[in-house]
Every structure is written in C-alpha cells, then in structure tokens.
C-alpha cells in the first residue's frame, strides 16, 4: 500500500507531522502542547485539565461562544482532552473547512484570554466530572491503579483531584499556559485530503513567530503501595492489575504487547476464554498494554460480582503466571493478524491517524511507515516473544481491588 | 459508492454499499427482533440469545469461532436493542468470504444446555455491571413507564428474575420463530466483492427454512401523552444525581425526524446547544442533554441530566424552560444553521467509515426496506428550514410533558411517588 508521510520543523521547535488518505474528504488536525498533567505540580491535580478549559474560556478577539459557534457552524467536530504528557485540542472537518479551523486553534493556543471572570464556571465543570468519575467504579479502580503503579506523578489523574481543583486560582492558570503551553515540544499533526504544502505555509504563518522558551523537566518519584482495597457500595467487585513492561520506544515492546495480548487481547485470549467463556465468572475481562514515553505497564481488568470476586482474581493470577512458556504459534498468529488489521482500517480515520502520527513522533521522534510496522509484526514469532517473557517474568504486580469487601491477595505475587 | 441488493427464495435480504476506496468489508447480519418482540416469559431473550449465538453451532465449538475471528484479525461484536440484533464483523477484503461464512453458521447455534447455563452468569453479571454504573436503571424504569403498554416499555436486558427462571426450550422456540430468513438482512459495506456475497449467502443460508413473521407495528399507548410524572430511584451512596425524561417525538416513519434530530441539538447537543451553555458551560451540572430517538411506530426525546443532588429539581425546571422558551419565542436563524451544518458535517464524518455505514444501511433496511445514502441524508439535512424545526416544536412539544425518573442520593418523597402512580 502506497502511503505518503510529510514531515517539518518551524523554527520555535513546533513539528508538523502529515499524512495523506485518499479516498478520504475529511481532514483531522490535532494539536498536541506539552502542556500535560504530569507538570500539575503539588497540590495543584487538575491544574492542566483547567487550563485546558480555561483556553476554550475566550481567546484573542473570540469569546467562548464565538469559538464554539464558528466551529460547529462550520461543521467542525472539536475536541479537547488532557493526558499525562500533552494537552490537546483537536477538529475533523471536511477538508476545505480547515482554513476556517487554523486561525482559530492559533487564538487558542497563543492567545487565551483566561478571564477571572471565567475561572468559577471552569473549575465547576471540571468538579462536576470529577463528581461523575465518583460513580463510575471500573473508572476508579483504574485510575488507583494507575497512580499507585506509575511513579509519581506520571500517574496521577489527569482530571484532578477536588480537593486540589478547589484550590487552583487564576493566577496558577496563567503561569502554567505560559510556562508548558510553548512551541518546543509541540505537535501538529493533520491527517486526511490534505494540501501539505497549503498547510505548512498556513501554519507558519499562524504559528512561526511565536517565540520559544524550553519546556520544564518533572522531578520523577516513587511509586505507591503493592496493593490497595478501596471500598465502594457495588454490586461488583472490580479488579485491577498492572506490571512493568518496557516502553513502546523499546524494541522489545513489540514482544511485550504480543504477549499481552495473548493474555488477554481478543475474544479467543487466555484471559477471555478461561474467567468469561469457561466459567462464566464475568462479563468484562482484559489485559492491555500501556505505554507513557518512559515507562509501561501491562494492565488487567475484570469486573464481577462479590461472591465471585476472589475466584476471578485466582485464576487471572494463574493465566499470568502460566503464561511463560505456553505460549503456541497459532495463539502468535492470531495476535499478529489482529494487529495489522487493526492497522491498516485505521487508514479509514483521518482523526485516528492524526492521533497515530503525533503518538508516534513523541514516542519515537519518528514516523514508522505503515510497511515499517507490518514488517515489525511479521518478524515476531514464537521464539522471540518467549525469550523476552523468560527474561521478564510479570513481577512486582499492583493490585487495586474496588467493592464491598477485600480480597485475598497472596504475599508474594510471583505472577 | 453504489448501493446492490438481492432477495433468496426463501426471503433473506442480501444488500450491499460498495465503495471503491474503502480498504476494510464490514458484514453484519441483522436479525428484526428484539426487547420489543418478547413476552413476559421471554424477557432478556433477545440479548441472551446474542450472546448464545457466540457460544457455538453444531459443528463449530465456542473457542473455535473466536479463534477464526482473532485469525481473521476481524473486529467482530454484536449488539442487541428494542427492535434489533445484530452480529457484525469489520475485516480487511480478503477475509469477506470467510467472514461471512462465520457468521452465517452462527446464526444456526446449538444453544445447548449446558453452555446456556454457563452464559446465564454471565449475563447477571453484565445486569449487576449496568446497575452499578449511572444512570442506576433511571433510563430503563423511565421508558417503562413512558411507553406504558406498548411492547417498547421493555428493557433489553430483562431482570436477574426474568433471566434466572428462563429455560432453555423458551430460547429454542424464540430463535426458531425470530430467526427466520425473511427476518434477517445481510449487509455489507465498505470494499464488498457483491457476487462472492450472494453466493456466500446461498451456500451457507439457502437452506433456511421460511416462517410467516408475525406484524411488529403496535397501537401507540404512551402514557406520556397525558400528564407528567415524576419517578424516584433512591441510591444513596451515588455522588450524583441522575435524571431521565422521555417525551414524545416522530417515529421512523415520519418525515420530520430529520427535523426532530436538528431540533434536539440546538436543544440539548453535548457542545454549543441551549442546555450546554445554561448548565454544562457554567459549571451547573455535569450533563445536561438531548437526543431524539426514533423507533418503528413510536418516537421520542430523551433528555438526560446529571448534577448535585440538591440542584436536581432546580435544573429539571431549568430545562423545562429553555424548551419552554424555544417553543414560545422560537429559534433564531443563526443557531439553526449553526447546527444544520454541524450535523451535515457530522454526517459525512461518520458517512466515510464503511465499519459506521453498517450500523446505518443495515437497520435502515431491516426497518423500511429503504436505502439510503450519506448523499440522499446530507440533501435531507441541507434541506431542512427554520419552519421544519418550528413545526417539530408545535406538534411534539418538549416542555410541560412527558416521564422523568431520577436515580441519586435524593431520599424518596412520597408525596411524588403517590402522584406519579395515580397518573
């Protein structure tokens, strides 16, 4: 399959990233500010998620109406989301519409306005989605895991805490925009019928004199505690797992989310056939790989009701631990197959292409070529995944369990 | 793109919307049953049938179908609502033979007792797991009482009583009755190989045999169309509360529910509607929306709130009226065109997905026998006037009217369960 990757770098450090999809009339474009939930600082857990509504909140001439109402009016489907490393604000469109979009994302990302008058309507909204996560169980279970598992605070939430969102003020507002919305470290990336040179040539324009200043490091500390029960009044227990695996950047990482997905990827996964199909003991049962730039975990979930609680933690700890050694060529096969499938309709999506390439260069400072990425799934084979499982055994696993009682979780977790 | 249909003798549906440039085949079967079909006796049927379709036919062992569909590398599911169920499978061109075979044969399940008995766990899990999670059955219990008698009150799910006393004979006989083949369209979308579709289709359904399907369409009973009422669902440890109104709104027989759909957006839309900036912006409550939903013979507007227990009532009546409002000084030009284009660009966003033209083509064919295509919805949408969406308002207003449940920390007020049951 023919595929044409554009890349360029502005002078302020700003990357530009493209990819053309024929066939396709839309357009994606996606603009990723170092800006992430991992500079939220102390006491401040929430401050990126803030910020980020607080950009949509007026920027240069526009109000928070104006943005909103040229965006929709012209058919463009907007998105804005925070993540540990970026804060991203997003559009597809139909391809002649992106003109419309630029200046607009421009005023957002260089000219906020992060009105006083603003900041109560914000921080509410990011309270009442934090009181909405209160009642999603799978979501808090999750989310412990994750702040318990990655060492701080490469996994704390990036929708905040209350307690810390209740204290942000307008001023910790500003000095984060300023301070981690810069040019050095960000991505845009844009996907679909694209014009790359129209694009380039518009986006230096909006983007090129905007001055640079570096982006901070994070101090990295420790992780948290092994294991936690977090009480919930529920009807299911819900149960969480994770274990260092190495970064997507690593070449082994391949192997890893191979055997990861044998564990408990698709339908015919270890995980799915011996918890769901064999013994019923639940409707939702997986394991996952997920990667931050530096670190990685391999990430497992159930969620069942109390009485059968303990038996599914067992025998996931057992699937786990069984695992290497086991592993057979036609399990790898299927693995494989899903992968590259999976890879090439994403090449339907302008917006999970746009989000593909930008992932890529953060992760790699590169963008494999779709035939780079087959070829890296083709040379797996049983051998190879085997000799990283032997010399990665899963160890040193956290346990996060959510419901109305603990669980039994044996001392040590050879898994 | 091209849209191709043929009919087998003995009534199966096979159509297909070819696009040249799709580099993926979605296939999906869709079966013309759901929650709405079943009896009491039968209640959760449908989904547990979907799931038992899963668990293998006579020849084919549950683990074996999941291994062809991870071998395939298909990203294959099912779904089941109040008037469907659908099995689909989305695979790179090569593998549509294949995959079309798969799911033919599973439409023909063993459905043997004992795996019956292992998935019946496993379907009181997935109720456990919805009662959990927001909106704490408000969605269910609302459309029970919203429509009344009307087969559409049930939930698809059934109860963990309906599921648990269910015998497997009750199963048996639903799927010989519902899965007949002129019950049932083939639909493939994205780059389909037509010709190897049909023969598929014949080799592998030919033999089905045809059963006379009873008529679905049922004579409206809304009880919406009288007086509001208001429902409690106490759920004291939620940080929440949840709040579910259905009111009245064109079926999917009806030409204004294009109209209807632009209506709800200026409404209630997640972004930049009327409710977005009057609770969702400001902070007040975490969602406060509209959509509008459209069945065989029943239409609605579902509107879905979530906020601070305490601010509940207050919000409810804010809503109330901002659609109060609409209908008396109407809607301005400018936020009419605002959303018309924006759901036109929604439209050819989702249109270019041959893997999300599926879940359009499929049903709208198992429901009017109609095809419709991205270009024939966009000249519908682009078509629509400030009088169209006028006219929607007048004949189904959304305020003073209509089945509102809420789930929550609110404690029960008897005062408002007694009048919602003398309704």
Same mark, same amino acid.
């Given at each position: 399959?023919?595929?044409?990757?554009?890349?360029?770098?502005?002078?302020?450090?700003?990357?530009?990233?493209?990819?053309?999809?024929?066939?396709?009339?839309?357009?994606?474009?996606?603009?990723?500010?170092?800006?992430?939930?991992?500079?939220?600082?102390?006491?401040?857990?929430?401050?990126?998620?803030?910020?980020?509504?607080?950009?949509?909140?007026?920027?240069?001439?526009?109000?928070?109406?104006?943005?909103?109402?040229?965006? +929709?009016?012209?058919?463009?489907?907007?998105?804005?989301?925070?993540?540990?490393?970026?804060?991203?604000?997003?559009?597809?469109?139909?391809?002649?519409?992106?003109?419309?979009?630029?200046?607009?994302?421009?005023?957002?990302?260089?000219?906020?306005?992060?009105?006083?008058?603003?900041?109560?309507?914000?921080?509410?909204?990011?309270?009442?989605?934090?009181?909405?996560?209160?009642?999603?169980?799978?979501?808090?279970?999750?989310?412990?895991?994750?702040?318990?598992?990655?060492?701080?605070?490469?996994?704390?939430?990036?929708?905040?805490?209350?307690?810390?969102?209740?204290?942000?003020?307008?001023?910790?507002?500003?000095?984060?925009?300023?301070?981690?919305?810069?040019?050095?470290?960000?991505?845009?990336?844009?996907?679909?019928?694209?014009?790359?040179?129209?694009?380039?040539?518009?986006?230096?324009?909006?983007?090129?004199?905007?001055?640079?200043?570096?982006?901070?490091?994070?101090?990295?500390?420790?992780?948290?505690?092994?294991?936690?029960?977090?009480?919930?009044?529920?009807?299911?227990?819900?149960?969480?797992?994770?274990?260092?695996?190495?970064?997507?950047?690593?070449?082994?990482?391949?192997?890893?989310?191979?055997?990861?997905?044998?564990?408990?990827?698709?339908?015919?996964?270890?995980?799915?056939? +011996?918890?769901?199909?064999?013994?019923?003991? !639940?409707?939702?049962?997986?394991?996952?790989?997920?990667?931050?730039?530096?670190?990685?975990?391999?990430? !497992?979930?159930?969620?069942?009701?109390?009485?059968?609680?303990?038996?599914?933690?067992?025998?996931?700890?057992?699937?786990?631990?069984?695992?290497?050694?086991?592993?057979?060529?036609?399990?790898?096969?299927?693995?494989?197959?899903?992968?590259?499938?999976?890879?090439?309709?994403?090449?339907?999506?302008?917006?999970?292409?746009?989000?593909?390439?930008?992932?890529?260069?953060?992760?790699?400072?590169?963008?494999?070529?779709?035939?780079?990425?087959?070829?890296?799934?083709?040379?797996?084979?049983?051998?190879?995944?085997?000799?990283?499982?032997?010399?990665?055994?899963?160890?040193?696993?956290?346990?996060?369990?959510?419901?109305?009682?603990?669980?039994?979780?044996?001392?040590?977790?050879?898994? | 793109?091209?849209?191709?249909?043929?009919?087998?003798?003995?009534?199966?549906?096979?159509?297909?919307?070819?696009?040249?440039?799709?580099?993926?085949?979605?296939?999906?079967?869709?079966?013309?049953?759901?929650?709405?079909?079943?009896?009491?006796?039968?209640?959760?049927?449908?989904?547990?049938? %979907?799931?038992?379709?899963?668990?293998?036919?006579?020849?084919?062992?549950?683990?074996?179908?999941?291994?062809?569909?991870?071998?395939?590398?298909?990203?294959?599911?099912?779904?089941?609502?109040?008037?469907?169920?659908?099995?689909?499978?989305?695979?790179?061109?090569?593998?549509?033979?294949?995959?079309?075979?798969?799911?033919?044969?599973?439409?023909?399940?063993?459905?043997?007792?004992?795996?019956?008995?292992? %998935?019946?766990?496993?379907?009181?899990?997935?109720?456990?797991?919805?009662?959990?999670?927001?909106?704490?059955?408000?969605?269910?219990?609302?459309?029970?009482?919203?429509?009344?008698?009307?087969?559409?009150?049930?939930?698809?799910?059934?109860?963990?009583?309906?599921?648990?006393?269910?015998?497997?004979?009750?199963?048996?006989?639903?799927?010989?009755?519902?899965?007949?083949?002129?019950?049932?369209?083939?639909?493939?979308?994205?780059?389909?190989?037509?010709?190897?579709?049909?023969?598929?289709?014949?080799?592998?359904?030919?033999?089905?045999?045809?059963?006379?399907?009873?008529?679905?369409?049922?004579?409206?009973?809304?009880?919406?169309?009288?007086?509001?009422?208001?429902?409690?669902?106490?759920?004291?440890?939620?940080?929440?509360?949840?709040?579910?109104?259905?009111?009245?709104?064109?079926?999917?027989?009806?030409?204004?529910?294009?109209?209807?759909?632009?209506?709800?957006?200026?409404?209630?839309?997640?972004?930049?509607?009327?409710?977005?900036?009057?609770?969702?912006?400001?902070?007040?409550?975490?969602?406060?929306?509209?959509?509008?939903?459209?069945?065989?013979?029943?239409?609605?507007?579902?509107?879905?709130?979530?906020?601070?227990?305490?601010?509940? %009532?207050?919000?409810?009546?804010?809503?109330?009226?901002?659609?109060?409002?609409?209908?008396?000084?109407?809607?301005?030009?400018?936020?009419?065109?605002?959303?018309?284009?924006?759901?036109?660009?929604?439209?050819?966003?989702?249109?270019?997905?041959?893997?999300?033209?599926?879940?359009?083509?499929?049903?709208?064919?198992?429901?009017?026998?109609?095809?419709?295509?991205?270009?024939?919805?966009?000249?519908?949408?682009?078509?629509?006037?400030?009088?169209?969406?006028?006219?929607?308002?007048?004949?189904?207003?959304?305020?003073?009217?209509?089945?509102?449940?809420?789930?929550?920390?609110?404690?029960?007020?008897?005062?408002? %369960?007694?009048?919602?049951?003398?309704?």
């Amino acid at each position: 399959m023919k595929q044409t990757l554009h890349s360029a770098t502005l002078d302020n450090g700003i990357v530009l990233l493209g990819e053309d999809l024929p066939g396709l009339e839309s357009v994606a474009v996606a603009f990723h500010t170092p800006a992430g939930a991992v500079h939220d600082g102390p006491g401040r857990c929430g401050l990126a998620t803030l910020s980020g509504e607080m950009m949509l909140r007026g920027a240069g001439d526009r109000t928070s109406r104006d943005i909103v109402e040229v965006l +929709e009016g012209s058919g463009i489907q907007w998105a804005q989301s925070v993540s540990t490393s970026h804060s991203s604000f997003a559009g597809a469109m139909v391809a002649r519409q992106l003109p419309i979009a630029l200046p607009i994302y421009a005023d957002i990302l260089r000219r906020p306005r992060l009105p006083d008058d603003e900041l109560e309507n914000a921080r509410q909204m990011v309270l009442q989605n934090l009181a909405g996560t209160e009642d999603d169980p799978a979501h808090r279970a999750m989310s412990a895991l994750r702040q318990l598992h990655y060492p701080h605070p490469l996994g704390m939430p990036s929708e905040g805490i209350s307690a810390d969102v209740e204290a942000i003020g307008v001023d910790d507002v500003r000095t984060f925009v300023r301070a981690h919305g810069v040019p050095r470290g960000m991505i845009i990336a844009v996907a679909g019928r694209i014009d790359w040179d129209d694009f380039v040539t518009r986006v230096e324009a909006l983007f090129g004199d905007w001055g640079t200043d570096d982006a901070s490091a994070v101090a990295i500390g420790n992780r948290g505690e092994r294991i936690r029960f977090v009480p919930h009044d529920s009807q299911q227990t819900h149960i969480a797992l994770a274990w260092s695996v190495p970064p997507y950047r690593h070449d082994e990482s391949y192997e890893a989310s191979a055997a990861l997905s044998v564990l408990g990827g698709g339908s015919s996964s270890r995980l799915f056939s +011996e918890v769901r199909e064999r013994r019923g003991l !639940c409707y939702s049962v997986s394991a996952g790989y997920h990667t931050l730039r530096d670190y990685a975990s391999a990430i !497992c979930y159930s969620g069942t009701s109390a009485a059968r609680a303990q038996e599914t933690l067992d025998v996931m700890l057992a699937e786990i631990d069984r695992l290497p050694g086991t592993i057979e060529e036609a399990e790898l096969d299927r693995v494989k197959s899903r992968a590259k499938s999976a890879l090439v309709m994403q090449q339907e999506s302008s917006a999970a292409r746009a989000a593909w390439i930008a992932r890529q260069w953060y992760h790699l400072g590169t963008v494999r070529s779709l035939a780079e990425e087959l070829a890296r799934y083709d040379r797996l084979n049983v051998a190879s995944v085997e000799g990283w499982l032997a010399a990665n055994r899963p160890a040193g696993l956290t346990i996060v369990s959510l419901g109305k009682e603990p669980l039994e979780v044996p001392r040590e977790v050879s898994a | 793109m091209k849209f191709l249909h043929e009919r087998l003798p003995n009534g199966l549906d096979v159509i297909a919307e070819v696009t040249d440039t799709a580099l993926s085949t979605s296939i999906g079967f869709f079966v013309k049953t759901g929650a709405r079909d079943e009896t009491d006796a039968e209640w959760g049927v449908s989904h547990f049938l %979907e799931h038992m379709v899963f668990k293998g036919t006579n020849d084919l062992s549950a683990d074996e179908i999941n291994r062809r569909f991870d071998w395939m590398g298909a990203s294959a599911n099912a779904f089941t609502s109040e008037e469907d169920t659908a099995y689909h499978a989305a695979v790179l061109p090569e593998q549509q033979i294949e995959a079309t075979a798969l799911l033919a044969r599973m439409m023909r399940p063993a459905l043997r007792e004992d795996d019956f008995d292992t %998935e019946k766990l496993v379907i009181l899990e997935e109720i456990r797991m919805y009662d959990d999670q927001p909106p704490f059955g408000a969605d269910d219990r609302c459309r029970a009482t919203f429509f009344g008698h009307h087969p559409l009150a049930r939930s698809v799910l059934g109860t963990v009583e309906s599921i648990e006393r269910m015998p497997v004979e009750v199963m048996r006989d639903y799927h010989r009755r519902r899965y007949s083949p002129a019950n049932i369209v083939l639909c493939a979308t994205g780059a389909v190989d037509f010709e190897a579709l049909v023969s598929s289709a014949r080799e592998w359904c030919g033999h089905w045999e045809p059963l006379a399907i009873p008529p679905r369409r049922a004579p409206l009973d809304l009880r919406a169309s009288h007086a509001p009422t208001l429902e409690l669902i106490t759920r004291p440890t939620s940080t929440l509360e949840y709040a579910v109104k259905m009111s009245r709104g064109p079926a999917g027989d009806d030409d204004d529910r294009f109209a209807a759909k632009l209506l709800a957006a200026i409404l209630g839309d997640t972004s930049g509607s009327r409710l977005y900036w009057a609770m969702v912006d400001t902070g007040r409550a975490e969602q406060a929306s509209c959509h509008h939903q459209d069945f065989l013979d029943a239409g609605m507007f579902a509107t879905q709130l979530s906020c601070d227990p305490e601010d509940a %009532e207050e919000l409810l009546g804010m809503i109330d009226e901002v659609y109060r409002g609409a209908a008396e000084q109407g809607l301005d030009r400018r936020e009419f065109e605002q959303n018309r284009n924006k759901l036109a660009g929604r439209w050819v966003l989702l249109g270019e997905r041959p893997r999300r033209r599926l879940f359009d083509v499929g049903p709208e064919w198992a429901h009017s026998g109609d095809y419709r295509s991205v270009a024939d919805d966009l000249r519908t949408i682009e078509n629509l006037s400030l009088e169209d969406v006028h006219r929607v308002l007048a004949r189904w207003p959304l305020h003073g009217t209509g089945s509102t449940v809420l789930a929550g920390p609110l404690p029960l007020d008897p005062s408002l %369960e007694t009048a919602s049951e003398a309704q």
